[in-house]
C-alpha cells in the first residue's frame, strides 16, 4: 500500500508541477489552487509513503516520477522538444527508479 502512496505522491507532484506553468502564463486563483493542491496532497502521500520505505529510496522515486511526469506533460501539453535523445534519458530515469522499487524489497 505505501508503494502505491509513493507513486501517487510522485504524480501529484506533476500537477504541482502543471500548476507552476500555469501560473506562470496566467496567475489567477484557478491555478494557484492547482499548484498549492497538488503539492500539498504530495507531500502528504510521501510522508505516509516513507513510514515504511527507506527515505533515499522513496525521495528518489518520488522526484524520478516528478521529473518523468514533468518532461512528459511538458511534451505533450507544453509543446516541448521531443528530441530522441530527450526521450532515452527519460527512459533511462524509468529504468532506474524502477530498479530502486526491487532493490528496496
Same mark, same amino acid.
Given at each position: 500500500?505505501? +508503494? +502505491?502512496? !509513493?507513486?501517487?505522491?510522485? *504524480? $501529484?507532484?506533476?500537477?504541482? %508541477? =502543471?500548476? =507552476?506553468?500555469?501560473?506562470?502564463?496566467?496567475? #489567477? +486563483?484557478? #491555478? #494557484?489552487? !492547482?499548484?498549492?493542491?497538488? $503539492?500539498?496532497?504530495?507531500?502528504? !502521500?510521501? &510522508?505516509?509513503?516513507?513510514?515504511? =520505505?527507506? *527515505?533515499?529510496?522513496?525521495?528518489? %522515486? +518520488?522526484?524520478?516520477?516528478?521529473?518523468?511526469?514533468?518532461? %512528459? %506533460?511538458?511534451? =505533450? $501539453?507544453?509543446?516541448?522538444?521531443?528530441?530522441? &535523445? /530527450?526521450? *532515452?534519458?527519460? *527512459?533511462?530515469?524509468?529504468?532506474?527508479?524502477?530498479? &530502486? /522499487? $526491487?532493490?528496496?524489497?
Amino acid at each position: 500500500m505505501d +508503494w +502505491w502512496m !509513493l507513486v501517487a505522491a510522485g *504524480l $501529484f507532484e506533476v500537477v504541482g %508541477v =502543471i500548476g =507552476i506553468k500555469r501560473v506562470s502564463e496566467r496567475d #489567477n +486563483w484557478t #491555478n #494557484n489552487i !492547482l499548484m498549492i493542491g497538488g $503539492f500539498l496532497i504530495s507531500f502528504r !502521500l510521501l &510522508l505516509q509513503a516513507m513510514e515504511t =520505505i527507506s *527515505l533515499s529510496t522513496a525521495y528518489a %522515486v +518520488w522526484t524520478g516520477i516528478g521529473t518523468v511526469g514533468g518532461a %512528459v %506533460v511538458g511534451m =505533450i $501539453f507544453f509543446k516541448e522538444s521531443k528530441n530522441p &535523445l /530527450r526521450i *532515452l534519458c527519460i *527512459l533511462g530515469i524509468v529504468a532506474c527508479v524502477a530498479a &530502486l /522499487r $526491487f532493490v528496496e524489497q
